[in-house]
């Protein structure tokens, strides 16, 4: 749930967030006289590789700090005609709150701001009612709307080194549907010659929902937070095969390293990720594809013998 910050909360977690950050920072600030502290902090994210964003207001910037600024060579700095919204958004954390980064700000004034935050912060007050530890995903997407807008009416005055290299492009900034269609071209290089698509038709509504039809021939395999194995044949002739598999659920259900496997109705098999499994460790780039791909193609040999049997 989303975490109250007074004068003192935000003196802390505004540089914990640039200290924090992996690869990509957007900080929105009207008027800006950079502490020692906060300086320093935006040079060791520098030196880690991180790219930012700093978008000021128009003709507030003295050239001391416009100077300090454009020493960090991984940095976009740009200025707005009259933003007057302060934000600090990172891979994990989005802070709105009262405070510029204004050193006179830190030692005199009233402020006050709020904390969302997509990971556990390591606070007692950080679940809500229903347990969970994040915050909801659709309050990230609202606020990401008016950042992008921001940044589209700001004025690029400095390119940083990895805009210059690879164009301006941060993965933070992509909306929910353009991360889908990213994960959907992902899939489809792993798979190779099956082609997914989405799933229009999904009733959860989520973007990340894909489909595959005829994965193998009358399979469709429909991908949310699961796997779907959906046999597009009568269901009287699924039967035998069901009946024979459900008194061997149990071994069955871990049978496949790394997922959880259920089969509780006839013409559809449930593959899940079993999060818990070591093998999902510290997985990069599409190597999480990869072995979702096994998984599934696992489940298919399993199902092709007597999936024969029943098409002949």
């Given at each position: 749930m989303p975490k109250f910050l007074n004068t003192k909360g935000l003196i802390n977690w505004i540089p914990k967030i640039i200290n924090e950050t992996e690869r990509e920072l957007v900080i929105i600030t009207p008027y800006m006289q950079l502490s020692d502290t906060i300086y320093n902090c935006l040079l060791n994210a520098n030196k880690r590789g991180v790219e930012t964003i700093i978008i000021y207001r128009e003709n507030k910037l003295s050239d001391k700090e416009k100077a300090k600024l454009l020493a960090i060579d991984n940095l976009n700095l740009m200025h707005h005609p009259n933003v007057h919204s302060k934000c600090y958004y990172n891979e994990n954390y989005l802070l709105i709150a009262s405070m510029?980064?204004?050193e006179y700000s830190e030692k005199n004034n009233r402020e006050m701001g709020v904390l969302l935050h997509k990971i556990d912060i390591e606070d007692n007050n950080s679940r809500?009612?229903?347990?969970?530890?994040?915050?909801d995903e659709?309050?990230?997407?609202?606020?990401?709307?008016?950042?992008l807008e921001i940044k589209n009416g700001a004025e690029l005055e400095k390119m940083s080194r990895e805009t210059i290299e690879e164009g301006f492009e941060m993965e933070i900034l992509k909306t929910k549907k353009e991360k889908a269609e990213d994960r959907l071209k992902q899939f489809n290089k792993v798979f190779i010659h099956?082609?997914?698509v989405f799933d229009n038709e999904c009733k959860l509504g989520d973007e990340n929902s894909f489909i595959c039809k005829s994965y193998i021939?009358?399979?469709?395999?429909?991908?949310?937070?699961?796997?779907?194995?959906?046999?597009?044949?009568?269901?009287?002739k699924l039967n035998p095969s069901f009946q024979y598999y459900k008194n061997q659920k149990k071994e069955l259900e871990f049978?496949?390293?790394g997922f959880k496997f259920y089969w509780n109705m006839p013409n559809v098999i449930y593959l899940y990720v079993d999060g818990k499994h070591r093998i999902w460790e510290n997985t990069i780039d599409n190597m999480d594809i990869e072995?979702?791909?096994r998984g599934i193609n696992e489940v298919i040999e399993f199902i092709k013998?007597?999936?024969?049997?029943?098409q002949l």
């Open positions: 510029n980064l204004y809500d009612a229903w347990g969970k530890i994040n915050d659709q309050i990230f997407e609202e606020a990401l709307e008016e950042i099956k082609k997914f021939d009358k399979v469709d395999i429909k991908v949310t937070n699961r796997f779907e194995f959906c046999f597009n044949v009568d269901e009287n049978k496949f390293e072995i979702k791909k013998p007597w999936w024969k049997q029943i």
